[in-house]
């Protein structure tokens, strides 16, 4: 079967991270091309993977003749923009959640991807690839645990990083859009069912910039969908404990968690601490294996012309809802997720 | 030090529970008289623990001079006239949870415990005086965790027992009252702060009954302190595994789990469905130790002539909470804690 | 039913949990004497729990015509002597582990227990009356996990307690008769059968009094019984984490660990160090349910007129494969268990 | 760097694996040839990988000039024969467990890579490739156990494999030498000293097969090291929970333990079995990083001209150990480790 030739765009940390698991442990994908302001970055990542070509300018980029597919991991509001270039010059995309950094965005990459209809479009979501949540998935759509009645999902990233994460707040989007868009996935994925009514509160109880920026350091969501289904969700910064994102599913048959023990191996220390689990440092370490099977779901269905289960419109509604938590946060009401 | 005679009202599941406690595991403590309206149960009770006296008449029984203090287990619209007899009578009084049906009859119990300065009062919170929850808050309380963030509680009962529960549940005053008022009452003793906001949604998934009560089978309440904490509280009546009660409470510096895996004991069993730990099969084994534990610190508090740490006004801001609850799962509206 | 009048002989750590069980947590007992050397001791126990006679001599004590039984937690080289008096006194006998310093001291044990059968004997094998052990054992007679394999069973001691265990070692009877006797008990009882070769190892790690002693800070033993079961034991003197007594069974169709993780409740913590349970302190913490539960079994088998499960012939058992353990130990030579 | 070419002997279930993994997980690798007796799963193999050559025999394979290193995953009897045709012809070799058959053909191996000390042997310990094993080898190198005074190891394959071990049984080797040489690398790679004395025992507890085979079903042996430091180790080849290796460390600062819960992945499932994490299915799935591991640690040794760690001294050390067990287990003596 053909090679898939990638060209990605962006190499900050989550960007890194695509591009080596695309030259090294992705089959029948090969990273062609890289593109990024920073050139001392691009240089490195080159002679790192031995990459044909670099860019410093997308649509130079996107021109590229050789190239199949455009991986997007730029910056938020970019998204769309790149989206666009990419899917407008003949390629099939991948990109990077969130889809956009407003509602508005999400629609224009909707109507971008729905002009090319025999180019793929994939977003994100990584987490419906990581064999944790995948498992879960499979449990629940064999009826293991009956009809789905809760799904409560926490995205805590460690103390360890708070500098990295303050610095990056203000372009973050808020935590609502950044952090829960996740969660707010998994709970469609889950339930099968559009969040209708939504709850967002929270409070700053360490980093005071965070007021400043009119958002929490803390934040709690509670989502009522149209099935009856209900959620919950809560998204922290500073987790004393390492990075731990953990769902949970309450079925009337039976329930499922994941990471409610978010160890990062198999090895128990016992210490004057206890018994105790270490936990993974980073997202990075927590999901790599996740982006690896991401990039090979990808580059499977370029290859055999199928579509991805993550559409653009998936990327859309869960835009929506984290909008609406930002707001209800804001006006401190309870909101009605409409549109 | 003097013993301490105590007559116990209400011989049901808890009732019975509280009586063979104070026969058996209370150190100080007799259990000297019992009442109840069911003769055949009156007569077994008192043979099984040699009882002296046995009442159909709550207000016989007050009057007997032996007896130093009552223990209040009748249904729960009955407690606050059962305090109050009790009360009148000058014996000191334990009383079980929820301190009454309404907040009319809370406020009405807080009058006629203040009438009676010199005898001592204590609500039934058997959870505070379980070994876990006791560890957790003693953690907080030095710090260990930093700021309290937010605090989440779930109540399930075992599927096990669901035929029981749909007897009562008519008689239970909602989910809200019946189940979340333990929880409440854990989110002010953690967070030490009032809920001023609740939202209380829910649905039925299953049991067809709960419709007709206006009340879900399976409800949740998201609530914002006063002092910015947050809460998430969840009670079911249908859990697969057993009776699983579990707290959370997440700080700025770490956070702690409780029954996280509710675990009966510390077996783990190997089998083809993996590696297993069994839950509590009932509410009554799960808190049983806790149950004898409170039963302690009363009969204690009696001896010594010390203030139990349960307060009748406990008792009433805690239904305050879950009345709205309720009212906001009726209404579909998020509402303020008023008055 | 008649209330069971106890005399208790030793007040140390374990003598003062015995005394205090049967004054406040064991129905139908009371603690009608005790008797120590320790004179300040004697009057602290019987201030405490209002106990009516003390004595500092066994022999006295056991002619008191009130008493029904006797509890011997004695030193370990004092309790055939004290068997023997209270047998010959016409009481029931309870008495706590090992049965004797020797197994020539167990057989004098066997024929006084012999020459009373009207009397009631029960050893402390206290393990077997907590309720972890209780659900393994009742599983494996059930069959859950078909035929007994193996059999592996820890007891290590906390650091934290480190000076009082060294302090006491030159007379404890060394690691494998002081510590492993609880191991080889559940070894018989869980495989059904007999220990016919064992092989006894170990070094001095850490402790240097152990090499004087002739002993191991850490020691394991290697048993091959008669049908074929294997089982392996550690007895360490210093873990970090806590006091943790372990046993796993494995079977045929299953595997069953108790205190695989030794958690003192259902607490978790997360913090820098991982997610962490934490261990029971010490051994008297961990085993207090047990050593209430031997005692209420005890108890209600003299008032039942009911034979004990455990027989003084696993006294003499138990102690024949400790000695044959500690004998290969020091001649480095696996042994056969004779006679 | 250039690419390392590489040509794999063996396709059976273990050997598919590598295969798969050369050609699709280690970065710098290229799996150029194969060789196996089958055609079919030749055929197969080539087809799904692309691979340039195929071969039947080893002794043509190993005279193609594109090769760079031969990877053997041939039945245990032909490993040392296979390694030296490839070390002959000039290549790096990559051999599987155990080392040979017999510790005569260990001495063989040693030989042979000491006469070309310009190629690189390393043998296929993966255990000490798993990032768990890593974690803990980490640890106690940098001291945060103290010193090492136990080290436990089972090796458990799960019952639904039962067959296909039956099939296999005659010519393993036997439970020592098939399954115990992982755990005794283990024990020689955490306590850093060699076993001198060993005890090795068993039975039948379940199938025949393994009578006649004068081997048993279940098998334990006991070590005794040179630096006083014991070991225990446990081999079963019909766990009902699925593929189970456990190793635990005790030193005298803290305990380590790798797999007590054999999870594999993240999710706990809460049903009428109580709360429960499910095991690996097979070893294949709970070594499969472990495998990629080891080939890109040998694949990065070639190209950086490196040593690797497993040398062909660890495999002759082994085997010896794993014999001497043997012939313990078949004497029913303590037997010194000779020579």
Redesign the interface.
Same mark, same amino acid.
């Given at each position: 079967m053909k090679t898939v030739k990638i060209g990605s765009i962006g190499l900050g940390r989550l960007g890194y991270e695509h591009a080596a698991n695309i =030259?090294? @442990?992705v089959?029948g994908a090969e990273l062609t091309a890289i593109c990024d302001v920073d050139e001392a970055q691009l240089a490195k990542v080159q002679k790192e993977f031995d990459v044909p070509y670099t860019y410093t300018d997308v649509n130079e980029m996107v021109k590229n003749p050789e190239l199949d597919a455009i991986v997007v991991v730029s910056p938020t509001p970019k998204h769309v923009e790149h989206i666009t270039a990419a899917m407008n010059a003949g390629k099939h995309v991948f990109s990077d959640k969130p889809l956009g950094a407003t509602v508005e965005q999400c629609k224009e990459a909707e109507k971008v991807v729905e002009a090319h209809p025999d180019q793929l479009f994939m977003l994100g979501f990584m987490r419906r690839f990581d064999? &944790?949540y995948m498992?879960?998935k499979q #449990?629940i759509d064999n009826g293991?645990i /009956? #009809?789905v009645? %809760?799904v409560?999902s926490y995205t805590q990233d460690p103390i360890t990083t708070i500098e990295g994460t303050l610095a990056y707040a203000p372009h973050s989007g808020g935590q609502f859009l950044d952090m829960c868009v996740h969660d707010i996935d998994l709970v469609r994925w889950f339930t099968k069912s559009e969040p209708k009514?939504v709850?967002g509160?929270? /409070?700053?109880? +360490?980093f005071d910039l965070y007021r400043e920026l009119n958002d929490g350091d *803390?934040v709690?969501a !509670?989502l009522?969908c149209e099935n +009856? =289904? %209900?959620a919950?969700m809560?998204a $922290?910064r500073? =987790?004393?404990?390492?990075s731990?994102v953990e769902t949970e599913i309450?079925g !009337?048959?039976? !329930?499922?968690?994941?990471? &409610? !023990?978010? =160890?990062k *191996?198999?090895? +128990?220390? %016992?210490? +004057?601490? $206890?018994? @105790?689990?270490?936990?993974y440092p980073d997202f990075l370490t927590r999901w790599h294996q996740a982006y690896v099977n991401e990039m090979i779901e990808f580059t499977n269905c370029v290859r055999e012309g199928r579509k991805p289960e993550v559409t653009v419109y998936d990327g859309t509604a869960v835009n929506k809802v984290a909008n609406r938590c930002k707001e209800s946060f804001e006006t #401190? #009401? %309870?909101l009605d997720v409409i549109g």
């Open positions: =030259a090294t @442990c089959p064999p &944790s498992d879960a #449990k293991d /009956g #009809k009645i %809760m409560r009514q709850w509160i929270g /409070g700053v109880f +360490e *803390n709690c !509670t009522q +009856e =289904a %209900m919950f809560f $922290g500073a =987790a004393a404990h390492g731990h309450i !009337t048959r039976g !329930t499922l968690r994941i990471a &409610s !023990t978010p =160890a *191996n198999l090895l +128990e220390v %016992m210490s +004057e601490h $206890g018994v @105790c689990r270490e936990c #401190k #009401k %309870m």
